[in-house]
């Protein structure tokens, strides 16, 4: 990949490398949850929509939650790898679950294919926090879904 030159370079290569229709820039993770939440809540039609996080983060994405108007429903936690799986996201799943947040940690991480899969049969949004995992590994990491 060739050295960008500006913003709109930059864009393009990040959403031809993560396969994406779109990017926004934004200057702190909580933004971009903030902004992501919201347009979940605008795109469906449920009262007191919720999402599904891990149990053990910080408490940013439950306060953007709750700022956008989800109600979070936490998900227990592996006890070595401290990461969420299927197992526990579909064990509070509900009929008003719209997303479920992934956040890779502690240099943690796991293949979300199945998880994925889950989301896309149950028509939710799954959302990648990937902020954690790049500073702990300082460089950019790729989706694994």
């Not at 709109?8 to 990040?14: F, L």
């Not at 820039?25 to 996080?53: C, H, Q, W």
């Not at 479920?100 to 991480?109: L, M, R």
Request: aromatic content about 6%.
């Amino acid at each position: 990949m060739k050295r960008a030159e500006n913003t709109n370079e930059i864009k393009s290569q990040v959403i031809e490398s993560i396969i994406a229709d779109d990017l926004i820039f934004t200057g702190r993770a909580a933004t971009a949850m903030l902004i992501a939440y919201k347009s979940i809540v605008s795109s469906y039609n449920i009262d007191e929509p919720e999402v599904i996080l891990p149990a053990i983060s910080c408490a940013t994405p439950a306060n953007t939650a709750l700022m956008a108007g989800l109600n979070p429903r936490f998900a227990d936690v592996d006890l070595e790898s401290g990461l969420t799986n299927l197992k526990y996201i579909q064990e509070r799943y509900t009929a008003k679950t719209t997303a479920v947040v992934f956040i890779h940690s502690y240099g943690n991480t796991q293949d979300l294919l199945t998880l994925r899969e889950w989301c896309d049969e149950k028509e939710l949004i799954l959302i990648e926090d990937n902020s954690i995992m790049s500073r702990l590994l300082n460089k950019p990491m790729r989706s694994l879904s």
